[in-house]
């Protein structure tokens, strides 16, 4: 199944796609997809159980050999600025960049999002009254916002990656200082 042959390869190839990780064989930890600190890429398990020995002996060289060459490119190219390291940075103001015109009623979460992927059930039975979502399948980010008060926004931020929900941050909007919120037409369209 994981062909060490093919591991600098498969490496290469998700370089350039923005999508490669370190990759290893069995668990990681409490965190699924903990962040590597050397690389900024997350901590990605390929399989923990493999009917053979032969496979379970191919996928740890192919997990070495993918590694070995991550490991290379970033020693030449630096840390990319597409790295789970900076994608999960919360940042007030970018948190509401990426949500204007990506945003939805909770009404649709279960519509819109694909529950194979995500784990709706959390987002939905979250514990503040969240007027709207958003999901980035491309950046590896849902978030949930809406009002806590008539003075204050909030976003969560998750990281969708994770089957359970990992809230990244949760950041708050004191309206005197955000008098206009993305989510405002929304809770208009409500009344």
Known sequence: MFDPAQAEADAHRDWAGHRCGVLCVGLVGNDPYPINPESG?????IG????????????????????ETVSALIAEHGIPE??????????????????????????????????????????VNWTWDAIAFA?????????MVGDVSPRCGRI???DSTVRHANLLASEHYRRRHFPDLPWDHLTQNLS
């Open 156 to 158: 969560d931020m998750f």
């Open 48 to 67: 923990e159980h493999f009917p053979t020995l032969e496979e379970h002996l191919a996928a740890a060289e192919y997990c070495s050999i993918y590694n």
């Open 41 to 45: 890429l997350n901590t990605r398990c």
């Open 135 to 143: 999901d980035l399948p491309d950046h590896g980010l849902s978030f």
């Open 82 to 123: 597409w790295a789970d390291v900076h994608r999960r940075k919360a940042d007030r103001r970018r948190m509401l960049e990426l949500i204007v015109g990506n945003l939805h009623p909770c009404s649709e979460l279960a519509r819109v999002i694909d529950v194979r992927r995500h784990r709706v059930h959390q987002l």
